[in-house]
């Protein structure tokens, strides 16, 4: 982890007024923002730090403590399960720890604004397969609205202005 990312991470940990807009206006600017590696729970994620959740990670790429124990609960090695709007691929990386070379991992992700980033997750790990698209109870397309904080992309334009101005997508649903 470069310079850099040592201190924002830090300077995200300590809660300090700015931290956020100082990430986001230094990812805007610097593609190696634009791509970087977090040792999340069940292995390493790739994160684009212009969105919103990833400054989180960057911080503590560990914190979905309470899900993590639900999944280790639930899945078992050998299971085939689903991460159905997959985002950065956090869970579907513990998934596929939990359930290791004899399950599988399905991760479902429609914005294209994730692709990069989870394309580059999953990459690494040879028990999970990508599909870039919605699903849905019928086959087609609709509309993905994304707003600036493309972590709060929806099928609903349901934001009412909260994450910015939202632009749209064309996605492909499989049933």
């Not at 790739?46 to 979905?64: K, V, W, Y």
């Not at 709007?85 to 956090?90: L, Q």
């Not at 990386?93 to 604004?113: K, T």
Request: charged content about 20%; glycine content about 10%.
């Amino acid at each position: 982890m470069s310079i850099l990312l040592k201190f924002l991470s830090a300077y995200t940990r300590t809660g300090l007024r700015g931290s956020y807009r100082l990430t986001r206006a230094l990812s805007s600017r610097l593609s190696s923002l634009q791509d970087v590696m977090v040792d999340a729970d069940g292995g390493p994620v790739f994160i684009d730090l212009r969105i919103a959740t990833a400054r989180g990670l960057l911080a503590n790429p560990r914190s979905q403590s309470g899900e993590a124990e639900v999944m280790r609960r639930f899945i078992n090695e050998g299971d085939v399960v689903f991460d159905i709007g997959a985002h950065f691929g956090v869970y579907s990386v513990l998934m596929s720890s939990i359930v290791g070379d004899r399950g599988h991992v399905f991760a479902f992700e429609p914005n294209p604004q994730m692709l990069p980033s989870i394309q580059k997750t999953v990459g690494l790990r040879p028990n999970i397969d990508l599909f870039e698209c919605g699903l849905s109870d019928s086959e087609g397309e609709l509309v993905l609205y994304v707003p600036e904080d493309a972590s709060m992309a929806s099928f609903s334009n349901w934001t009412e202005g909260i994450g910015g101005n939202v632009h749209t997508e064309k996605c492909r649903l499989m049933t």
